[in-house]
C-alpha cells in the first residue's frame, strides 16, 4: 500500500466532507437564499458547486485507488495534479481579489494532499 496516496485520500475525503457540510452551510445555503440573485446565475453556481463536489469526492477516490494498487500511480498522479491546480487556484484569488486567506482557506486545504500526492508518486 502507497501510504502517501492514502494519506492524500483521506485528506481529500476530509476536504469533500468540509466542502459538503460546513461550505454548504456557510455557501451554498446563502446562495440560495440571496434575494436579489437572478435564477440563472443562482442556479448554474448551485449546479457547479455540486461538480466540485463530486469532482472532490472522485479526487479521494482516485487516491484511494492509486493506494491499494501498484498500477494506480498514474491516477494518483492525475488527482495530484488536480489538487495542485486547486491549490494554485486558491492561493491567488485572495491575492488578487484582495481577499483575506481566512475568509478563502480553500487554497491551504489542499496543499497537504498536494505534497502527500507528490511523495506518494515519487515512490
Do not use: R
Not at 492525475?78 to 491575492?95: D, E, K, N, R, S
Amino acid at each position: 500500500m502507497n501510504v502517501y496516496f492514502a494519506s492524500a485520500g483521506g485528506l481529500a475525503a476530509i476536504v469533500c466532507l468540509i466542502h459538503t457540510f460546513l461550505g454548504g452551510k456557510a455557501i451554498a445555503k446563502p446562495l440560495l437564499n440571496a434575494p436579489g440573485l437572478h435564477p440563472v446565475p443562482k442556479l448554474t453556481t448551485y449546479y457547479c458547486w455540486h461538480i466540485v463536489t463530486i469532482t472532490l469526492a472522485v479526487i479521494a477516490g482516485m487516491f484511494g485507488y492509486a493506494a491499494l494498487y501498484n498500477g494506480g500511480t498514474d491516477l494518483g498522479w492525475v488527482a495530484t495534479i488536480l489538487t495542485f491546480g486547486y491549490c494554485v487556484l486558491g492561493l491567488a484569488v485572495p491575492v488578487f481579489k484582495n481577499q483575506a486567506f481566512k475568509d478563502m482557506p480553500q487554497g491551504w486545504l489542499f496543499m497537504p494532499i498536494v505534497i502527500l500526492g507528490v511523495l506518494g508518486g515519487s515512490l
